[in-house]
C-alpha cells in the first residue's frame, strides 16, 4: 500500500516549464515568474505603423517641391529669428498676466460677497464663450469705438491725459490685450479648481493660529494647490506658443506673420510654413521638457522621465525589473 501511494504520488508531479520572464518586489522578496502570451496582432500592428512612418518620412524628404534648401535659407533668417523674439515675447507676457488675472478672477469666485462672484463669473462666461481671433481683431479696432483714451474723471468728465487710440494700441499690444485677457478666463477655472483640490482643514488649522486670509491663501492653499494647477498650467504654456500664431490677422510681428510676408514676397508658401513649424516645434518641447521638472518639483512622488517614456514605449513594462 506504501509503494503504490509512492507511486500515484509521482505518477501526479509534472516538470514546470522555463518563465520566458521573471519579475522581483524589489524588497527581497518572493520572485514572479510570468510567461508571456505571443501577441501576433500587436506585432502587425507596429510593423504597419513603422512602415507608414519611415513612407512618409521618405516621400516628405524626397519632394521635389518642398525646397530643403529654402528652409534652410531661411531657418536662422534675421528677419524669422526676430519673429521668433516676438513670439516667446507674447507667450511669455500674456501667460504672466493671465496668470494674475486668473488668481484675482478664482478669488473673487470664492468669495463671499455675491458681486464679486457675479463679477469674476460674468468675466469668465464673456471671455470664454467669445473666439480669441474676435477679440484679437476687437482690440486691434479699439479706435471705431474710442478714437481717444485718457485717465480722467469719468462720466464724460475732463481729461488729464489723452492719447490717440491708434498710436497706442499697436499690432503687439492688441495681441497682448487679446491673449493675456483671454488666457486670464481660463487660468481662472484652473486656479479655483486647485484651491477647491485644498482640504478646508488646512484653512481653518491658518485661522487657529491667527493667519490673516491673505497668508491664509499665499502660504498654505496656493503651494498645495500648485500640484494640481501646474500640469494644466502646463498644458497652457504649451497651447499659448501655438496660439500666438493667430496674432498674424492684425500683423502683430511674430513668428508666423513674419513667415506669411516672406512667402508672400518669394511664394515659397510650404517652405516657409515648415520653417516656423520647425521653430514652433522646438519651443514647445523646450516648454514640455520644464514642465516635466516643475511637475516633479511639486510632485516629488511623480515617476522619472525616464521611466515613464520605458512605460509608454515598452509594452507591459509598469516599473523598473516589473512586467506586468
Given amino acids: 500500500m506504501t509503494e503504490l501511494g509512492k507511486n500515484d504520488s509521482s505518477a501526479l508531479v509534472t516538470p514546470r516549464p522555463e518563465p520566458s520572464a521573471t519579475a522581483s518586489d524589489g524588497a527581497g522578496g518572493l520572485a514572479l515568474r510570468v510567461t508571456r502570451r505571443p501577441r501576433p496582432a500587436r506585432w502587425l500592428a507596429v510593423l504597419a505603423t513603422l ?30 529669428l526676430k519673429g521668433l523674439w516676438v513670439t516667446v515675447q507674447l507667450t511669455l507676457i500674456s501667460m504672466a498676466v493671465g496668470i494674475a488675472i486668473g488668481v484675482l478672477i478664482a478669488v473673487m469666485q470664492l468669495s463671499e460677497s455675491p458681486v464679486l462672484r457675479t463679477v469674476a463669473g460674468a468675466y469668465t462666461w464673456f471671455f470664454r464663450g467669445t473666439p480669441l481671433l474676435v477679440q484679437l481683431i476687437f482690440w486691434f479696432n479699439l479706435a471705431l469705438l474710442f478714437p481717444v483714451i485718457g485717465i480722467g474723471i469719468p462720466f464724460d468728465g475732463p481729461k488729464l491725459v489723452e492719447w490717440q487710440t491708434n498710436a497706442v494700441i499697436t499690432g503687439f499690444v492688441a495681441a497682448l490685450l487679446g491673449l493675456s485677457i483671454n488666457e ?78 516672406l512667402y ?43 521611466r515613464r517614456v520605458l512605460t509608454q514605449l515598452v509594452p507591459g513594462r509598469t516599473g523598473k525589473g516589473a512586467l506586468a
Fill in 51 to 80: 512602415f507608414f512612418a519611415v513612407w512618409l518620412a521618405y516621400t516628405v524628404i524626397v519632394n521635389p517641391h518642398l525646397h530643403w534648401d529654402v528652409v534652410v535659407d531661411y531657418q536662422f533668417d534675421d528677419r524669422v
Fill in 184 to 261: 486670464g478666463a481660463y487660468m481662472a477655472e484652473i486656479v479655483r479648481a486647485g484651491i477647491q483640490s485644498v482640504d478646508p482643514g488646512q484653512r481653518e488649522a491658518g485661522e487657529s493660529i491667527g493667519m490673516s486670509n491673505r497668508q491664509i491663501l499665499t502660504r498654505v492653499v496656493l503651494p498645495q494647490a500648485m500640484r494640481v494647477i501646474i500640469p494644466p498650467f502646463g498644458n497652457q504654456f504649451i497651447s499659448m506658443l501655438k496660439t500666438t500664431s493667430l496674432v498674424s490677422v492684425i500683423a502683430g510681428s511674430d513668428l508666423m506673420t513674419v513667415s506669411q510676408h
Fill in 264 to 306: 508672400l514676397a518669394n511664394f515659397e508658401v510650404i517652405a516657409l510654413l515648415m520653417v516656423a513649424s520647425i521653430w514652433y516645434l522646438v519651443l514647445t518641447t523646450v516648454a514640455s521638457v520644464a514642465q516635466h521638472f516643475v511637475e516633479r518639483r511639486y510632485n516629488p512622488g511623480a515617476a522619472p522621465l525616464r
